[in-house]
């Protein structure tokens, strides 16, 4: 067992192009670290939730340039069985350690595989990407991001011509011809031939952010914004300089892009402690802000806080879709409404009243950029697809100028982002969302997890009776299959799946409470705060977490 493990590895290292995977991997092999090396080459990493992603490091089972040229290879056999033989590849990349080499590799991947490929010209957020799709008429584009997973990861995301996330059977179909690559020495990767854009495409999409606010509208709102280390800053700051916002106040530690992530443990804005800085910042500013805006590391995610009472809160992703909902309803905007299953049942509210089609996906914006008709797309996730004929994608930078605006028009008239949540609770009923989010390091508790909930399923939680339990591996008239089970209660909704791009298992909770005027706002927070912190704890002893 042992001989074929340290076969196969030397096997690997014989292909591998990269001197560093290299020698990690030379290192392994002679000092016998078995363990190590069968965590590498126990399988390969699959081609997942719009794509790969993974630690870096030697191996199939890590993400490296020799799991990415196979990747790209498989992708250019895909394409070319599609009849898009000569078509354009656009390649974006965000500031992750390897990001550079992988969008390099792919662009001559591409090339060799009689292609076009064309890499955008530096570091830059995830929607330009997915925007230069659609503008420049590409047959598909890949991004190379890890998005918001820690420091040690990177990932391969992967778009058709449509401009959106793929989705199966491409994925499946996609990962064949991965698996069908024999050797890298099969694939040619010539040095030369793709073309490195300028700046155009990103003057182009700054144009078009400007189609998001409405003419005249105020610009007045106060923002300090953060990037989490990532590549928004550059961009953000110039979408709030052409629509004539106010300079954003920089939080100074996270501005600039460093794959190291020094000041977060995850550089996700939903993760403890990952705001503190912003909101240092905030209590620090001279003329307080009227808003703070996050970007995730790949700028596709828009986190807003604000302050709440004496001090500063961040809003859940649910109470920002439902904002801008209610303020494109303001402005009068038609269309689909979409949204994820696991987020808020508020969109649907909003919609109907306002006489709008309402869908709800599959998890991921792969499924709500799918919406007919589709005006505005969000998830719970802090995912926001405001101008889908532009971005067919979420985008972190519309989205903030958005909500900017929202904050702008409500300080005109003396009120607040939160005034608007007030009055959304007493229209449609106060929809208060939670998360239990569990993070293992062994996935077969996941598994195991979900098995048990399927086995012995829960009657009730909180003294709720479930009324309803879907299984959503059997699909739905309206859902394709996927893991996950629904319950629904009198009064509450319950999902729980695996998380697509992290090992975590995911709950989210949703209790709505009637509320008859301002003045039972209090106690109906107090009891739907309640009724979720109760309804966690019976859902972690049912699924055993």
Known sequence: MH???????????????DPETRTELARLIDAEDHTELAARFSGTLQFGTAGLRGELGAGPMRMNRSVVIRAAAGLAAYLKKQGQAGGLVVIGYDAR?????FAQDTAAV????????AVLPRPLPTPVLAFAIRHLGAVAGVEVTASHNPPRDNGYKVYLGDGSQIVPPADIDIAAEIAAVPSLTTVRRPTEGWDTLDDSVLDAYLARTDAVLSEGSPRTARTVYTAMHGVGKDVLLAAFARAGFPAPVLVAEQADPDPEFPTVAFPNPEEPGAMDLAFATARACETAPDLIIANDPDADRCAVAVQDGTDWRMLRGDEVGALLAAHLVRRGATGTFAESIVSSSLLGRIAEKAGLRHVETLTGFKWIARAEGLRYGYEEALGYCVDPDGVRDKDGITAALLITELASQLKEEGRTLLDLLDDLAVEHGLHATDQLSVRVEDLSLIAAAMRRLREQPPTELAGLPITRTDDLTQGTAELPPTDGLRYTLDGARVIVRPSGTEPKLKCYLEVVV????????????????????????????????
């Open 3 to 17: 001989e074929e493990l340290i076969a196969q590895a030397q096997a690997w290292l014989t292909e591998d192009p």
């Open 97 to 101: 350690h390897k990001s550079h080499d």
């Open 110 to 117: 591409m090339t060799g595989a009689g292609l076009r490929a």
């Open 514 to 545: 009637p509320v008859g005027s301002h003045e039972d706002l209090p106690a109906a927070h107090a009891k739907a705060t309640a009724l979720l912190e109760s309804i966690k704890r019976d859902l972690s002893t049912a699924a055993g977490i």
